[in-house]
């Protein structure tokens, strides 16, 4: 049970990283186009904005999967039960998303997985 709990830590801080990514190279993107000299002044400001706005709410979603495998890969409970409450979320976020969350699901709810966390 321990290796599916590293890849799903490993599975997590991967779908981190890639919104991380993604957020960064949106933002980027955005904030490009703004500074295109056939931009009109009003539509720069919106695109500076929209740079802003969607590259931080990427950023801001992405920082919590980072977390959560980071807390999978060194067993700690806070990392099980937020890695729980982010394959909730997640399983909108189709065909990824869906998946690992499912797979979480699965590993995560076992007894074995439970006693894992906590050595008592």
Known sequence: MEKHVQLLGI??????????FLGILTFIFFLGLSFLPEVEVESSIILRLLSFLVGGVILLFSLPKLVA?????????????????????SLLNFPLGTALAIYSFVILTKPETVQLFNPQ
């Open 69 to 89: 495998g980071y807390g999978l890969l060194k067993h700690l409970e806070w990392g099980r039960i937020l890695t729980l409450v982010l394959s909730f979320f």
């Open 11 to 20: 599975l997590w801080l991967c779908l981190g990283g890639l919104m991380l």
